[in-house]
């Protein structure tokens, strides 16, 4: 099976991302907890678990929506 090239692209790049935002949340949850007056870790859980809950509702619907639209919306994702 032959994958197109810019799909390993995005691909590759998306896994960056995601991973980079790995390294990221330990520091966000080290600045919440300590600079934040009353932060504290179930903050910090309960914003992350937020976050990704709004994405997962959203991440559906906008993807077929940019599927009818034929790409003219990628902007938006």
Request: glycine share 10%; hydrophobic share 55%.
């Amino acid at each position: 099976m032959k994958i197109n090239n810019l799909i390993k692209i995005l691909t590759f790049s998306d896994i960056l991302i995601v991973s980079g935002w790995g390294f990221v949340n330990p520091i966000f949850a080290v600045f919440v907890t300590q600079q934040v007056k009353g932060g504290n870790l179930e903050l910090v859980g309960l914003a992350t678990a937020t976050f990704l809950v709004v994405r997962s509702v959203f991440l559906v619907p906008f993807g077929r929506l940019i599927d009818k639209k034929r790409g003219r919306l990628m902007i938006l994702s």
